[in-house]
């Protein structure tokens, strides 16, 4: 017994002892012992059935009763069948008897379905005798050498050469002779096809390098003259825009030897001004605030609409409920981002948005989601007087009475008179109660009315930020439209300045917006501010995203903290075009030359008529 399982031991591979000390098994190996657990147990349960209800001839004769016939049985046997079978017991095993399985077709291990001998070879015979068990207790034992190699082979063609376990993780797996040969070929192939695509990618640069390299020829002054009368086609003016900004981006390489920058400005502005259908005033001015290739962005995203918004009404509803409700009508909507708690982005909807139950009932208003940004920077308190000088049609207005609970009070003045029958409509359906409605000059406010907490100035503006609800901008605004514009700004600006009482407890604000993008209207009008009003210096918005206002524009320089202001742009930030300021009130009086002055309307000025009296 002794001499027989040294002999099988003999039989065994190196890596197999190998496996069987360090216990290391890998994933193939433990889906392989799986697989051959399931197999014994169908063959041991087969050779039950078959001892439960065989006759006593199908049997292993004792030794006693038989003592010439189990010896010639035990020598014929070897040759019947290749696998000898393990003894059941340990009692089996100490006498050295093994167990004789039966003769023919249907009896035995032998003709389990899973493999018969045919297919079987005495290797694997001699390793499924070594690695059986008995039914109670069944060792898991690595098997990467039971099955033949030919089976291995063809599961890897079938898998497209993949193993079911990461063949390059050698770190923490026990590498085999017998897959080393197969690891080596793959790696061979994967370094073919890196190598391959290396050379691919190589011979790409080359040709987009020679490509770039390439110098683009403006057309000439008769060229141009003659475009003028019959145009080219949008599609060939579009490739030479193109071609003009991949060599103004690198200009030292790509320039013609006779064409200065400007030479290339001047064609591109032309192009430009025929492709977006915009005038060369506002081109070049729009032009100035962009790099060339930044300007075609902010250019195509003019060309589209903006997402429709809505602002959640507070004062009747949570923007959860009001959410849901509309996704029950069949809209399909998310929240427009993590920088306001009651906006709402409508992608889709079955019934108009201007026509919903919900819409009537005032729970809801349409409103740009850049509109909300001057009131987020606002930041009205309950108890408190806010003005509110440009509020036609009332998004701005009624969002200020949904932040202060509709308590304070809330003047909303406009001087477009016409304007202000939207503006009552829209406070009365969101059941604004706070609210005074006025129609006055902004200029002439002071005078009627001082002393508030804040003061919100939406400035008429020149809309080049929202080119894309009104196109009309593109062709009818001029330098006259400019210098008018900017000439009220600031008249507006220092009206809403002295407007405010800077002894206010809670507030002395004042916030300036406009939807333009231009410097001219926003910054320009901020840094005149400052040096009209030495009271008033800038303070931080409370934005959290728009990019800092230039504090120097082609050789205009302003004040340092300019860069306080906030600015935000279509194709950056996938809203309209708009400009926030805030401003805070540190005293009522203003010092000119060796008087100090109290601008009228002032709460100081008030505060000293009452102390006279």
């Given at each position: 017994?002794?001499?027989?399982?040294?002999?099988?031991?003999?039989?065994?591979?190196?890596?197999?002892?190998?496996?069987?000390?360090?216990?290391?098994?890998?994933?193939?190996?433990?889906?392989?012992?799986?697989?051959?657990?399931?197999?014994?147990?169908?063959?041991?349960?087969?050779?039950?059935?078959?001892?439960?209800?065989?006759?006593?001839?199908?049997?292993?004769?004792?030794?006693?009763?038989?003592?010439?016939?189990?010896?010639?049985?035990?020598?014929?046997?070897?040759?019947?069948?290749?696998?000898?079978?393990?003894?059941?017991?340990?009692?089996?095993?100490?006498?050295?008897?093994?167990?004789?399985?039966?003769?023919?077709p249907?009896?035995?291990w032998d003709?389990?379905?899973?493999?018969?001998?045919?297919?079987?070879?005495?290797?694997?015979?001699?390793?499924?005798?070594?690695?059986?068990?008995?039914?109670?207790?069944?060792?898991?034992?690595?098997?990467?050498?039971?099955?033949?190699?030919?089976?291995?082979?063809?599961?890897?063609?079938?898998?497209?050469?993949?193993?079911?376990?990461?063949?390059?993780?050698?770190?923490?797996?026990?590498?085999?002779?017998?897959?080393?040969?197969?690891?080596?070929?793959?790696?061979?192939?994967?370094?073919?096809?890196?190598?391959?695509?290396?050379?691919?990618?190589?011979?790409d640069?080359?040709?987009a390098?020679?490509?770039e390299?390439?110098?683009?020829?403006?057309?000439?002054?008769?060229?141009?003259?003659?475009?003028?009368?019959?145009?080219?086609?949008?599609?060939?003016?579009?490739?030479?825009?193109?071609?003009?900004?991949?060599?103004?981006?690198?200009?030292?390489?790509?320039?013609?030897?006779?064409?200065?920058?400007?030479?290339y400005?001047?064609?591109?502005?032309?192009?430009?001004?025929?492709?977006?259908?915009?005038?060369?005033?506002?081109?070049?001015?729009?032009?100035?605030?962009?790099?060339?290739?930044?300007a075609?962005?902010?250019?195509?995203?003019?060309?589209?609409?903006?997402?429709?918004?809505?602002?959640?009404?507070?004062?009747?509803?949570?923007?959860?409920?009001?959410?849901?409700?509309?996704?029950?009508?069949?809209?399909?909507?998310?929240?427009?981002?993590?920088?306001?708690?009651?906006?709402?982005?409508?992608?889709?909807?079955?019934v108009?948005?201007?026509?919903?139950?919900?819409?009537?009932?005032?729970?809801?208003?349409?409103?740009?989601?850049?509109?909300?940004?001057?009131?987020?920077?606002?930041?009205?308190?309950?108890?408190?007087?806010?003005?509110?000088?440009?509020?036609?049609?009332?998004?701005?207005?009624?969002?200020?009475?949904?932040?202060?609970?509709?308590?304070?009070?809330?003047?909303?003045?406009?001087?477009?008179?016409?304007?202000?029958?939207?503006?009552?409509?829209?406070?009365?359906?969101?059941?604004?109660?706070?609210?005074?409605?006025?129609?006055?000059?902004?200029?002439?406010?002071?005078?009627?009315?001082?002393?508030?907490?804040?003061?919100?100035?939406?400035?008429?503006?020149?809309?080049?930020?929202?080119?894309?609800?009104?196109?009309?901008?593109?062709?009818?605004?001029?330098?006259?439209?400019?210098?008018?514009?900017?000439?009220?700004?600031?008249?507006?600006?220092?009206?809403?300045?002295?407007?405010?009482?800077?002894?206010?407890?809670?507030?002395?604000?004042?916030?300036?917006?406009?939807?333009?993008?231009?410097?001219?209207?926003?910054?320009?009008?901020?840094?005149?501010?400052?040096?009209?009003?030495?009271?008033?210096?800038?303070?931080?918005?409370?934005?959290?995203?728009?990019?800092?206002?230039?504090?120097?524009?082609?050789?205009?320089?302003?004040?340092?903290?300019l860069?306080?202001?906030?600015?935000?742009?279509?194709?950056?930030?996938?809203?309209?075009?708009?400009?926030?300021?805030?401003?805070?009130?540190?005293?009522?009086?203003?010092?000119?030359?060796?008087?100090?002055?109290?601008?009228a309307?002032?709460?100081?000025?008030?505060?000293?008529k009452?102390?006279?009296?």
């Open positions: 017994m002794g001499g027989r399982n040294n002999k099988r031991k003999q039989h065994l591979p190196l890596p197999i002892e190998l496996e069987k000390v360090t216990g290391k098994v890998t994933k193939a190996i433990y889906d392989k012992m799986k697989h051959d657990q399931v197999r014994d147990l169908k063959k041991k349960t087969a050779a039950l059935k078959q001892s439960a209800t065989g006759s006593g001839r199908k049997r292993a004769a004792p030794a006693a009763a038989q003592p010439s016939a189990t010896p010639k049985k035990q020598k014929q046997q070897p040759a019947k069948r290749k696998p000898a079978a393990k003894p059941e017991s340990e009692e089996d095993e100490e006498s050295g008897e093994e167990p004789v399985m039966a003769d023919g249907d009896g035995g003709n389990a379905p899973l493999e018969s001998d045919s297919e079987m070879g005495d290797s694997d015979a001699e390793s499924l005798d070594e690695f059986d068990s008995d039914d109670d207790h069944v060792t898991q034992q690595p098997l990467s050498l039971l099955s033949d190699d030919s089976e291995e082979e063809d599961e890897d063609e079938e898998d497209g050469g993949v193993e079911s376990y990461d063949e390059f993780n050698s770190d923490d797996e026990q590498v085999t002779f017998r897959d080393m040969e197969k690891r080596s070929r793959k790696l061979d192939e994967r370094r073919a096809e890196d190598a391959e695509m290396a050379d691919m990618e190589l011979q640069q080359e040709q390098v020679t490509s390299r390439e110098v683009f020829e403006l057309p000439s002054e008769a060229q141009v003259e003659a475009e003028k009368e019959a145009p080219l086609d949008l599609t060939q003016v579009q490739m030479r825009i193109q071609e003009i900004i991949r060599v103004l981006n690198n200009f030292s390489d790509l320039r013609g030897p006779s064409h200065s920058r400007n030479d400005m001047d064609q591109l502005k032309r192009d430009m001004c025929f492709y977006y259908g915009y005038n060369e005033f506002l081109m070049e001015k729009l032009l100035q605030l962009f790099t060339v290739s930044e075609v962005e902010f250019f195509e995203a003019n060309e589209v609409a903006r997402p429709v918004t809505i602002r959640t009404n507070t004062l009747k509803t949570r923007r959860r409920d009001l959410a849901q409700a509309l996704i029950n009508r069949g809209v399909n909507l998310d929240p427009i981002g993590k920088w306001t708690k009651v906006g709402l982005t409508i992608f889709d909807s079955p108009p948005v201007g026509a919903t139950p919900e819409y009537m009932a005032g729970h809801y208003m349409i409103q740009a989601a850049s509109s909300f940004l001057p009131v987020m920077a606002l930041g009205p308190q309950e108890n408190e007087k806010v003005l509110d000088m440009s509020a036609a049609p009332g998004g701005k207005t009624t969002y200020c009475s949904a932040l202060m609970k509709n308590t304070g009070m809330m003047v909303a003045n406009d001087a477009n008179k016409e304007r202000e029958k939207a503006l009552v409509a829209n406070i009365h359906r969101l059941g604004v109660s706070n609210a005074i409605v006025c129609n006055y000059d902004g200029r002439e406010f002071p005078k009627v009315m001082g002393g508030f907490d804040r003061v919100l100035l939406d400035a008429p503006c020149s809309g080049t930020g929202v080119i894309s609800k009104d196109a009309s901008v593109k062709t009818n605004k001029g330098p006259e439209d400019f210098s008018m514009l900017t000439h009220l700004q600031k008249e507006l600006i220092l009206s809403a300045i002295d407007s405010v009482n800077a002894d206010s407890a809670t507030g002395g604000f004042i916030v300036y917006s406009t939807c333009s993008v231009t410097v001219d209207e926003d910054e320009a009008v901020v840094n005149y501010a400052l040096s009209k009003r030495p009271n008033v210096r800038l303070v931080d918005t409370g934005l959290d995203f728009g990019r800092p206002g230039f504090t120097s524009f082609r050789g205009q320089a302003f004040h340092h903290s860069a306080l202001t906030r600015r935000f742009y279509p194709h950056a930030h996938n809203m309209d075009g708009f400009f926030v300021a805030k401003f805070k009130k540190t005293s009522n009086k203003i010092v000119v030359g060796d008087k100090q002055v109290v601008p309307g002032s709460g100081a000025k008030l505060k000293q009452k102390k006279k009296n």
